[in-house]
């Protein structure tokens, strides 16, 4: 399962937020939260919180420690932060073909 740091980059980049944003919002500052994405700091309790507030997740969630599986096929949603990694980490060009593709499979549904 994913870490702190993976969870919270996922949930920055779902809201379309930079880390500059976000420690705006937060009012933390964004080296922190470059910090907390990259693994070399954790926030104090009280911060990890207000990080799990905002993206309205629990603690434990936004921690990667568990998603219910009730709601959700953890295998799935493993697989699925594994591609998000990717496909983040990809050019903009291998992006634009991804999503293409995805958007032809679709309309092929």
Same mark, same amino acid.
């Given at each position: 399962?994913?870490?702190?740091?993976?969870?919270?980059?996922?949930?920055?980049?779902?809201?379309?937020?930079?880390?500059?944003?976000?420690?705006?919002?937060?009012?933390?500052?964004?080296?922190?939260?470059?910090?907390?994405?990259?693994?070399? =700091?954790?926030?104090?309790?009280? #911060?990890?919180?207000?990080?799990?507030?905002?993206? !309205?997740? #629990?603690?434990?969630?936004? =921690?990667?420690?568990?998603?219910?599986?009730?709601?959700?096929?953890?295998?799935?949603?493993?697989?699925?932060?594994?591609?998000?990694?990717?496909?983040? !980490?990809?050019?903009?060009?291998?992006?634009?073909?991804?999503?293409?593709?995805?958007?032809?499979?679709?309309?092929?549904?």
């Amino acid at each position: 399962m994913a870490d702190f740091a993976q969870m919270l980059k996922y949930f920055r980049e779902r809201e379309g937020l930079t880390q500059r944003e976000l420690a705006d919002k937060l009012g933390m500052s964004s080296g922190a939260i470059g910090m907390y994405e990259s693994g070399k =700091r954790h926030p104090k309790f009280e #911060d990890e919180e207000a990080i799990a507030d905002f993206f !309205n997740v #629990d603690l434990n969630t936004l =921690r990667g420690r568990r998603i219910d599986e009730t709601d959700y096929d953890s295998e799935l949603v493993k697989r699925a932060l594994k591609y998000y990694e990717l496909f983040s !980490n990809a050019s903009p060009e291998v992006q634009s073909a991804i999503e293409t593709l995805l958007k032809s499979a679709q309309q092929k549904k």
